[in-house]
Structure formats: C-alpha cells, structure tokens
C-alpha cells in the first residue's frame, strides 16, 4: 500500500485535515467549532415519546430535535450506573423504555437536515487499538482481518492483555491495532476503562439530559484512528494542536510518536500539493480528464449522478479506443471524487457506450477496484445494458459540499433563473392585472437594473402597447438590491 501523509490546517473556528496518497488528495475532512460533530459524544438523556409501531423511540439529549433510538440500537442495558434500568433486547421496545425514563446513549450519526441525531445505548469507547464496550461480554478482532490464524492469534494477544487487567466489559481489536503487542494493548485498557470510570461517576450524579462524555476534536480523532502502518508523516500547523496530539499518543500510542510533526513554515500548510485548488475543484460539477473527456457530477435530493463525456473531437477511426480510455480513467477519478466529495447514498454513473464487451468488463474491473480501497463500503451493481452503473455508497457524514457551500439565493438552487424577457412578461400581466383590479392615473413598476434596461430597451415597444391598452402612464424604476426575478407592481 501507497504511504499516505496527513496535514492538518488549523484556524481558531475550523479544523481541516486532508489525507495525501502520491502527492494527491484524496480526502478532506472539515470541523467547525459552530457546527462541530456531535458523533460519537455520549449523553445522559430522556425517553420523551416510545413509538411501538416503529420500534422506536425520541429521547431527549439537550438538543434542539429530540434524538432518533430504534429498538435494534438498545442493547441490554448493564450499565451498572444507579438509576438505569436492566432490559432485554429481544422484548417489544414498549417493554423496554417508557417515558421519562434516563437513557444513557451515544451518537452514531449527527442530526442532519430534519432529521434528529441517531443514538445507540451500546457505549463503545475507541482508542489507538481497541474498542471498549462497557457492559458487555466477550472478546472480538475486527471483521477486517480475515486470516483464521492471524485472527486466533491476536485473539490470544487481546485476551492476554485483558486478563492482566481488572478491567470488565468487551473489547475489540481494531484494524488499526493489528501490529499492537500486549503492552500497547494494555496502554489502551487502562486509558479507555479510566475514561468510562469517570464517566460513570457523571452519569450517576448529573441531571438528564446531560452531555456526559464529548469525543475528542477532529485532530486528535485523526491520530486516534489512523492506520498507522500506512502512514508516512503528519504534519500540524498548530503547535497546540500538536501538543494535543503528542498527549493523546503518548498515553496510547507512543511509538508512533516521531511521525507527527509540528509544521512551522510561514507558508500555509494547504499550499503544498495545491490542496486549496483540489478543494476548490471538488466542489464544482465538471472534472476534467486528463484523456481531454469530463466528468459532470450532479447531487439531487434523491441521488447522485454522473455523466462522462469524451472531449469535443473524437476521430472516428479511434472512437471505441477514445471511449474505453475515457471510461477507464473516469472509474478511478471517480472513486475519489466520491471520497473526496464525500457523497453517498445512490450513485448512478453514466459511462459511453462501449462496443467490446471486455472493455465494459474492465471499466467495471477499474471501479470495483478504485471503490475497494475506500473506507465507505460501497456496493457496485452490474453495469446495464445503456452502460449505467448503480452503485450505493455508505453515507456517514455530510458531503463536502453540504459542509462549505450555501444554496444560491438567486437562483434558490436550480442554477439558473428567469430570463429578463420572461420577468419583462410577468411585469406586463401584473400591470393588467393591477391596472383592472385598481383603476389609478398612473402604474409604477419596481423592478432591477437589468429588467429596467430590457424594459426600456428592448420591449420598449411591448412597454407601449401596454399603456395604449391601459389608456394610462406607466413609470419604471430600477430599485438597487432587486433580484433579476423581483418586482413590484403598484396603482399610484
Ligand atoms: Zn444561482
């Protein structure tokens, strides 16, 4: 695997941290102190409504929207925390929760749009290694590691490490800890079992809802859950930040310590590898290739879509040679405009119509292959016979775009708004329709400069007729500030 470098660009409202395989971008991550996530914090919540038809229930965690719990989230609750109740997760959820009942949960997805955030009652605790699952039983190695042999022996190490402890509850190996040996593991242990220790004393003295445990900021969630292994370098241009980081390690993970570095330069961090421009073209819709086609990446509320195109001349006797390589180096652009964009949901991709079938095989080759190396597991259905791929990525955070952009108020969205001409029209009808409805000496229009141009101008005419059918004057001004679809119509 390609070693990979981490920056991490910090101003005092946002964290940036971008992942950078061969000099290139490949992800972007961005926090905002106003609207930083709340996955992964842990609350002392309030059952306010049990919904048995949906096997559900709202609680209350402080936030603006009450929280989303369904019945498979909540897990036998063995917290051992004065005041929670004991449940059983095969009962009806009616069984189990019943309102104004204190609830200790986590986020597993922050609230988005409408919706409230999602919430597990199995607290898991990760570090470097491991994941603690207070309350629960039993030993794990990530899925991720599919080697019977090597599972049973980090199993062993796991269990090793556990046993010389007192700790109680679950813990899994995660992938990231493959390397780590008993003492590291340990390290783990004592850190994650002392933080629920002192979680557990809030819990049991605070009022819901209460926030109990916030996860760390974005920097050091980045060196919490790196794979290491693949990692070359990181560089942070916060010398607190840094200190930050140094801490967190050097409780957890001290041997990775030499590879993160405070970055001093004057010049911004972002500016190597031209990353600011990769951020800036990650949020257009067109992505050239370097074959001369492009890609056009298009979100709607239902979906993704993606439209690939060869360049403006393509001779004919190459066409089908064009056309595969252009879908060849589409599939890998993709992929990262994926990662890099952070999409997810239904994608559906719209390659040239190949001829060859094995060129239709090894596009679909390509994709699988650039998708499998993300860490959203995303699922990729056989291309159709118009050369449409479907393929459903895993949505855990917001996309970059949700994240930097604001929808366009000219336009409210749509990329395009009403002509002159066609506001120069509605500007006519509503003057009738005034002019019927309040008989006046005079009309005044309201409308923007442009629209004044065009009715002075080119309707000039229209403008004209318009007072001859009314038998009255019409004035025009241009009011500062108008959108080009804004008017008003008034009697004088
Ligand atoms: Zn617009």
Redesign the pocket.
Known sequence: MMPEEILVNFTPCETRVAVIKNGILQKIDVERSRNASITGNIYLGVVVRVLPGMQAAFVDIGLERNAFLHAQDLVPSQQKIPGLQQSDPKADIASLLAEGQRILVKVVKNPMGRKGARLTSQISLPSCNLVYLPGTDGMRVAQSVQDPECRERLLQRLKEAVGNSSADGGFILRTAGVSASVDDMQSDIRFLTGMWDRMRRKASTSEPPALIHQDFPLSVRTVRDLAWENIEKVRVDSREMFEQMHQFLQEVKPGVLDRIEHYPDASPIFDLYGIEDEIQKALNRKVMLKSGGYLVIERTEAMTTVDINTGSFVGRRNLEETIFRTNLEAAAVLARQLRLRNLGGIIIVDFIDMAVAEHSAQVMRTLEHELSRDENKAQVNEMTALGLVEITRKRTRESLEEVLTEV?P??D???S?KSRLTTCYEIFRETLRTARAVDAQEYLIVASQPVVDWLQGEEAAGLADLEAVIGRKITVRAKAGYDQEQYDVAAM
């Open positions: 366009c000219s336009c969205g749509r990329g708004r």
